[in-house]
């Protein structure tokens, strides 16, 4: 399967690799050591629908060893808590991506490392405050790159919804789409009005619909993600 490679820019002694399952390794040196309880479900909601052959990024802290950021594909955030027979369980939310940023624990000699995901939230990860940093980002994740001074102030993702930056580090809830000026959308439908020449409407990859209202203006006909048209 398809593997994700970063180099620790302090120490290219220290590698990250990120694969499927989704399994993660620190390498230090020339021994590799797997890390334990990264959230599980980062490519997929299901084995049977992992998506990390098409989505699938990660990125070591340029100055700390021990932080570094996964994405993956999509997942319900925003989700509304819900009591059900003494159990909390949640419901709703909206389609975000899997984006999270680990804190290693443990030291190269002692086995396996750790993270600071909270594995009580296995069902529901994106609830992990102290881990997920994917709401206000769009679905499916492809690149991500620490930037900026000093080292690793900013945080750039490259998604299906174009570039998304932070410039607190990568913090929950900090991060801008920067995609003013990019000619960057996929259309996959398009439909003209029957008795007149001017509205037109194209179906997009993964940012719905949008209208042309003006000789270079288009507005958003579908509220949200997904694909437009069909």
Known sequence: GRLGISVHKKDPSILYVLGKGPRLWRIDGKTARKVRNIPPL?????????????DLAVSAH?????????GGSAILSERT????????????????ACLYRLTITGTPGDGEFG???????????????NTYIGSNVHADVHVVRYAGNPAGAHVWVGCDGGIYRSAQGGGAYTFIA??????VVEAGYIANHPTSDGPVIIGTHDNGAIRRVGHTVWRHRVVGGGDGGG
């Not at 993270?115 to 405050?129: A, H, I, Y």
């Not at 920067?178 to 000619?183: E, P, S, V």
């Open 178 to 183: 920067r995609n003013n000026g990019l000619a």
């Open 115 to 129: 993270c600071n995901f909270d594995q009580t939230l296995k069902e529901f990860p994106s609830v992990d405050e």
């Open 42 to 54: 980062l490519f997929g909601t299901t084995p049977e629908k992992d998506q990390s052959h098409y």
């Open 81 to 96: 808590p819900k009591i059900v027979n003494g159990k909390t369980t949640y419901e709703d939310g909206i389609w975000s």
């Open 62 to 70: 340029p100055d700390k060893p021990d932080e570094v950021i996964v």
